[in-house]
């Protein structure tokens, strides 16, 4: 069994800095790319940033260009998110999520991705 499993979250104030990490356990597993996504109430998921694990290539939405890094760390099976230059907006539970298998550049849609956190909850305030 894969475990993704996610911290850091809480609140921030606009103009503030949190990061989240994303802790793979279990098995063994292949993960070709990490991502991080979204959802704000009675919005879709959301992609914000994704890594590919071998080349470290990033994408990252339109939205968070700029305030957010994205991050990994393959000695502790880790990645991260830095969020800097908060706003009221970066409000939603984030997810981290694992994509096993990989073809083409970094997988931007949720049915690339294999494996889930439970996800943690960013409360940014004005």
């Known amino acids: 069994q894969v475990q993704l499993v996610e911290s850091g979250g809480g609140s921030g104030q606009t103009g503030g800095s949190l990061r989240l990490s994303c802790a793979a356990s279990?098995?063994?597993?292949?993960?070709?790319?990490m991502g991080w996504f979204r959802q704000a109430p009675g919005k879709e998921r959301e992609i914000v940033a994704a890594?590919?694990?071998?080349?470290?290539?990033?994408y990252y939405a339109e939205s968070v260009k700029g305030r957010f890094t994205i991050s990994r760390d393959n000695a502790k099976n880790t990645a991260y998110l830095q969020m800097n230059s908060l706003k009221p907006e970066d409000t939603a539970v984030y997810y981290c999520?694992?994509?096993?298998?990989?073809?083409?550049?970094?997988?931007?849609?949720?049915?690339?991705?294999?494996?889930w956190g439970q996800g943690t909850q960013v409360t940014v305030s004005s």
């Open positions: 999520a694992a994509a096993a298998f990989v073809v083409g550049g970094v997988p931007r849609r949720r049915d690339e991705y294999d494996y």
């Open positions: 279990g098995r063994t597993f292949s993960r070709d790319a």
């Open positions: 890594v590919l694990w071998k080349s470290g290539l990033t």
